[in-house]
């Protein structure tokens, strides 16, 4: 039996004190690092380079991890390495089984352009739990925050989501923010949206934080709402568990290539996706690093003889999110590059 992150097995005694809550602090550090790495590259034009460095200090950092986790969102096959190929084993294999979902750079176009909202982040969930995309690339993604729960859905029209959520936050209707990747395929949707009277905040890349920021309370994005990234679907499911927000999902293949292996994988396209088919543990870790500065977190900054960063970790389990500012001494950063060769 698959062992839990809290040490159990089944209805077993604890073999592990506490280790889910060391746990969040190694998996920031991951990111941290990924993110650290990156900073080199912003703005240099290179999204491959800059993935690359992510890539690199994360698996490094993962190494060391009290954890038996395996990645069933990654970064392609393992014959694609040095990425965080999918079926990789990450951590040193001596604590809780876990499935791992990483994107070193959500946002290598962001990173590469000088662009806001880059991330670097890291889900986590017990063995078996996450939703495994299998050649399913894209997905129709529907997030709201607490109020949204029972409210809006993907079997509706935009129209009538946004007519219905505006009345659960007891707002009027222009009011109402909805935030949408900045691509051809949405055009009808945006018009939709401006039509039933609401705003948009319109993104170029980077739909997790898109997805997160939709169910914060303290954010100006009330739904996030069109086709992203499966992969990241599966992510960002990990942060709203945590959040107590609402998540629908609904594959949607761009090309008649991925339309057949969709098909070909067994997947259902009519169904809706909730957020327990997405992940259906109870006991979800999401942490995310800023690599450039966003509306959900700062991205990394050189204060004088320190580097800066600031996390996001989200735990579903006890419904706590932290952020965590950290400096670091850049000499050591330095020394860890001259030891690199």
Sequence with gaps: ?????????????????????????????????AAIRAVPFIGRGDKNAADGAAVDAMR???ATVAFDGVIVIGEGEKD?????????????????????????IDGTSLTAAGRQNALSVIAVADRGSMY????????????????????????????????????????????????????????????????????????????????????RWESR?????????????????????????FMEGR????????????LAAGHDLTRVLGLDDLVSSDNTYFVATGVTDGQLLDGVRRKGPLIRTESLVLRSKTGTARRVIAEHRAEKWLEKESTRG
């Design 1 to 33: 039996m698959a062992q839990r992150f809290d040490g159990t097995e089944g209805h077993s005694a604890p073999v592990f004190d506490n280790p889910d809550r060391n746990l969040a602090m190694e998996l920031v550090r991951a990111t941290e690092a």
């Design 60 to 62: 490094t950092f993962l």
């Design 80 to 104: 694609e390495a040095p990425m965080l190929f999918n079926g990789e084993h990450v951590g040193n294999g001596r604590g809780p089984a876990c499935d791992i979902a990483v994107d070193p």
């Design 132 to 215: 495994d995309p299998v050649d399913a690339f894209y997905m129709d993604k529907l997030v709201g925050g607490p109020e949204a729960v029972g409210v809006i859905s993907l079997e509706q029209s935009i129209g009538d989501n946004i007519r219905e959520l505006a009345k659960a936050k007891k707002r009027d209707v222009e009011d109402i923010v909805v935030a949408v990747l900045d691509r051809p395929r949405h055009a009808e949707l945006i018009e939709e949206i401006r039509a039933a009277g609401a705003g948009t905040r319109l993104m170029r890349d980077g739909d997790v934080a898109g997805g997160i920021n939709a169910s």
């Design 221 to 245: 994005i009330d739904m996030c709402a069109g086709a992203g990234g499966t992969p990241e679907g599966v992510i960002t499911a990990c942060a709203i568990k945590a959040l107590g927000g």
């Design 251 to 262: 594959l949607s293949p761009q090309s008649d290539e991925e339309h057949r292996k969709v």
